[in-house]
């Protein structure tokens, strides 16, 4: 081992010695202090939590295929007409969507378009943002964020659970998204609904939670042509989040088949190499026995 002599240690460790023998141990001083504050934590993070625990509606479970191209040519016609309004999806840009949708350069222009904007542009929306905050009080998020942020069964049900509430400012409010701003665009087609509620627990006390929703009035969809309408939705959002897994999943399967083969042949390569290695028992001059 290498040995630093001791009268040619570095400077720094002569301090450090220093420092550590005439300094009294901050740890020692501080230890009835940092008991103390242990078990306040321990108390309190108790109550805390108690104080934080809300009945979870459950999920609709939704199962997106991100190849099925009708599916996302459906959603992205509805996405880039109806949510860029006040949304916008500036994680991706107009010129890779052909290739998502599975659609030619000119047919995508034609059938869903650049909403005015720059063929190469991120997909921005066009309400200025101190509009946006005067009609919901908040700017809304950006989608391709926020399809990154949750699973497509909480998208998919946060779209199909709007119900009317008349003590909110937009009339409606959303079973997985309770006090919701953002307003039920659906209403035209999907119908108004009303909530299913039972005696649940919301931040610790004891409030009436809506787990789900029934038809209050009739829309211009039947229930299953919304579902697949907003499923659709949900495949768009997810693909244009996720644009490089259509990608990983062609490629998945030809890389692990990759490193299989080269996992066979480096095998073979061992098995050669070893072969031509003089073992010990075999040298004439047996070193050590
Ligand atoms: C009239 C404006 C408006 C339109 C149109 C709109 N939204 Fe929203 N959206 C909002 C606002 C405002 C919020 C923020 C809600 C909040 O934080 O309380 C929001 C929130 C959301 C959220 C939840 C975000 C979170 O924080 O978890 C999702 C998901 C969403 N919108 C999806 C959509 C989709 C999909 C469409 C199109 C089908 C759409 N929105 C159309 C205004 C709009």
Redesign the pocket.
Known sequence: MFVIPTHRRPLNSFRLDRAMTTQPSPNRKSLPLLLLSVAFLALFSGAADASVKTTQAPLQHVQINMLDKVALQNGAL??LH??T???ALQGERYSSLPSVLGLSKARFLKIIGTNGRHYHDTMATNMPPAL?KK??S?I??D?TD?AR??SPSW?YT??TSFYVDPSRPSGVNNVV?H?????D?FAGLQGLQKPVTVEGLRYGSPARIAVGVKPLTAGSMTKAQFDHTAKD?VTF?YAVAHPHQQERSRLGPWIIGLFLALSVLTYFIYKLYWSRVITSDKRWWRVGR
Do not use: D, K, S
Not at 179 to 183: E, G, I, K, L, T
């Open positions: 509805y996405t109806t949510c309004a006040c949304h946006m009609f919901t908040i809304p998020p989608l926020i942020r949750h998208l946060y779209l998204f006090n919701v701003a953002m307003p665009i939705i959002l």
